[in-house]
Each structure stands twice: as C-alpha cells, then as structure tokens.
C-alpha cells in the first residue's frame, strides 16, 4: 500500500497538477492540505473519475484537508478535538477499507509571526494533536499522522538553517512541542530510511530557491509502532515540483505492508 502526503496550495490552482500526479503516480491513499475550498465546491470530478473515494474538511479561500482512497474510508472524524470555538479546517481522520489503518490529516497552523496570537494558535493546535494522538495511540492499531507540520524538526531538514531561527517553523517551542508529539511513541517514517541531509520537501517560489535546492523539509508523516513495523519504504518525489504552475510543496510517500 502506498501512501503519500500532498500540500496541493489549492484544488482549483493545481487541478492541471494534481490530475497528472494521479495518474502518473498512482497512490492507494493520498492527504491533501491547503486544498482551499468548502466541500460544496471541491471539484471532486476530478479525484472520483479516477476511482477513488474522497472526504474532505474545507473553508473557503484557506486551509482545507482531503483524503483520497482506492478504498473505503469510514469512521470519518472532522475537526481536531479540544476546541469547539476553532473554524478552521486542518484535520480530517479515517479508517481505510478493512486494513485497520486509520489515517489522520493535517494541515498544522504557520504560527507567522512569532511571538504573537499565530504562534500562541500553533502551540495550542500541537498540543491538542498531541492528546489526540495520546488517545488514538491507547487502541495499538495501525496508525498515520500525514499532512503539513509546518515544523523544521532538525538543523538538517533546511538547506540554511540559520535562515530560519526566528521563524515559527524553526523555534525552539515548534521543535519541542513535535518532540513530545513523536515521543508518545510516533516515528517519523522517512528518517527511519533516509537518515542523512539534504533532503527536502518545501522550496519557497521567491528567489529561485526551487533552482538552489533551497529547501526546507516540513512535511512528514509520522506513524504507530503497529505501522513503523510494516514499512517498507519512504520517499520524497521531487519531480512534480518541477512541473508547470506547481504547488511550492512536493509529495512525500511511504510503502506499508498490509
């Protein structure tokens, strides 16, 4: 089974993108972020056309989470619990088919600029997934955490990590608050395979940083011990960043064995 998280920056934008990547990559399971759209508009034509199944948790102009499926999903939960007042779409879980793997999408906030009510917003949202990710972890099933994290992990996930100390993505709070996230017993699964540097899966439009291989990598996925023992692979495809009028993200992928 072959899983990939896309930061799409709009459905409509990158429909020409997002279309080509299905069918030339072909995941079984795909979580968008950013698809900036209500579900009443999502133009799902072009998901469904091609066989799958699709939720989706929007708002207009922003944010936005999807998942898209080859197989059923059920048990499809909106929203991140522990905050009743907050409008904004970023997370969307569910079950897929009969394999037991609930999958969970997210699109964490920015928190620009920092300090400030952004960063404070961010802070609390990691620290909601964090009880979030506590309770699903209590059912010791197969479970993904893939989306957006908008989080510089380490100095090696930036090709100029100086750049980047005072940004929200970077701060020592960000890093610490998905420190306690992973440390409920979370791997990030492409450092289970790639360990080493250099490897990215954001480059900003502004400034040539796509051609400098100026990058940032912030979108992970992070996985159960009942999932990390079933994978096979994990991978960033560069190419589709490479393509006209693509989004300034680019897929990140796993292979589970299920």
Not at 20 to 37: F, G, H, N, T
Not at 67 to 82: A, C, Q
Not at 159 to 172: M, Q, S
Not at 216 to 238: C, F, G, K, M, Y
Request: charged fraction near 25%; proline fraction near 7%; include cysteine.
């Amino acid at each position: 089974m072959k899983l990939a998280t896309f930061n799409i920056n709009g459905i409509k934008a990158r429909a020409e993108v997002l279309g080509r990547w299905l069918d030339e990559s072909a995941p079984d399971i795909a979580v968008l972020q950013e698809i900036k759209s209500v579900d009443a508009t999502f133009p799902r034509e072009i998901i469904e056309s091609r066989g799958y199944h699709l939720e989706t948790h929007g708002q207009k102009g922003f944010n936005g989470v999807a998942i898209l499926s080859k197989m059923p999903l059920h048990d499809v939960m909106r929203g991140l619990p522990g905050d009743d007042g907050d409008e904004q779409a970023r997370w969307i879980e569910a079950t897929v088919g009969d394999s037991g793997l609930r999958v969970c999408g997210l699109y964490l906030p920015n928190g620009n600029p920092a300090p400030g009510p952004k960063f404070d917003y961010k802070l609390a949202w990691m620290a909601r997934m964090e009880a979030r990710a506590r309770a699903l972890l209590a059912a010791e099933t197969p479970l993904v955490f893939a989306g957006d994290y908008n989080v510089i992990p380490q100095p090696a996930d930036a090709a100029r990590p100086e750049a980047w100390v005072e940004d929200a993505l970077f701060r020592p709070e960000s890093r610490a608050a998905l420190r306690r996230i992973e440390a409920l017993g979370l791997y990030d699964a492409l450092r289970l395979r790639h360990p080493e540097p250099g490897i990215y899966s954001f480059w900003d439009y502004q400034a040539g940083a796509w051609a400098r291989n100026d990058g940032i990598r912030i979108d992970h996925l992070l996985l159960s011990p009942q999932a990390a023992d079933r994978l096979t692979d994990a991978w960033v495809e560069t190419a589709p960043r490479a393509w006209e009028k693509p989004s300034d993200h680019t897929p990140v992928w796993i292979a589970l064995d299920l």
